[in-house]
Antibody
């Protein structure tokens, strides 16, 4: 069974930094692109970032470009999101999601998702 | 940015009825559209991708159709467990989501 377990969320002041992690199991992590998607409290879904299997290609939403950095460690089956210069509008539940594509192909379809880790940016 | 507009905002139907959810894109996304189901307190679950392909383990009562700018998610016969918010998502360029349709079971 595929499992994605996010961690690292918490309360941080505006301008601060936080690093999220996603521990993956139940599938060959190195064969799939991975993504982060967030959901502000009571709001809809917003794609944040994606990374291909080798980490050679990364994609970011305009709202986080230059502030967030996605990375992966295929030897540890872990996806990370380094978040710097955090703003109040970054407050959200951050989900880690596996790409649907097999053989390393990036499809942009998210399946499945973890349960999320909550990031709150407030003074 | 491609904007997805979902309608209606809320759909209230009885068990056994047919639910039809709409998603309209601000420009053509070809068939690069997916549907997700999110129940309260849970992560979203992929239902349909590529406009009409059911994801693994998704019941046959869920079906998707459309291409270009107009898409539909149909639940042929509603069950109580289908009460949820449904989101469409495109990946023609970078991914964006619609604002969601809440399906309530009377």
């Amino acid at each position: 069974e595929v499992q994605l377990l996010e961690s690292g969320g918490g309360l941080v002041q505006p301008g601060g930094s936080l690093r999220l992690s996603c521990a993956a199991s139940g599938f060959t992590f190195s064969n799939y692109a991975m993504s982060w998607v967030r959901q502000a409290p009571g709001k809809g879904l917003e794609w944040v970032s994606s990374m291909t299997v080798s980490g050679g290609t990364t994609y970011y939403a305009d709202s986080v470009k230059g502030r967030f950095t996605i990375s992966r460690d295929n030897s540890k089956n872990t996806l990370s999101l380094q978040m710097n210069s955090l703003r109040a509008e970054d407050t959200a539940l951050y989900y880690c999601a596996k790409d649907l594509g097999v053989g390393g192909r990036y499809t942009g379809w998210f399946d499945p998702w973890g349960q999320g880790t909550l990031v709150t940016v407030s003074s | 940015e491609i904007v997805l507009t979902q309608s209606p905002a809320t759909l209230s139907l009885s068990p056994g009825e047919r639910a039809t959810l709409s998603c309209r894109a601000s420009q053509s996304v070809s068939s690069y559209l997916a549907w997700y189901q999110q129940k309260p307190g849970q992560a979203p679950r992929l239902l349909i991708y590529g406009a009409s392909n059911r994801a693994t383990g998704i019941p046959a009562r869920f079906s998707g159709s459309g291409s270009g700018t107009d898409f539909t998610l149909t639940i042929s016969s509603l069950e109580s467990e289908d009460s949820a918010v449904y989101y469409c998502q495109q990946r023609s360029n970078w991914p964006t989501f619609g604002q969601g349709t809440k399906v309530e079971i009377k």
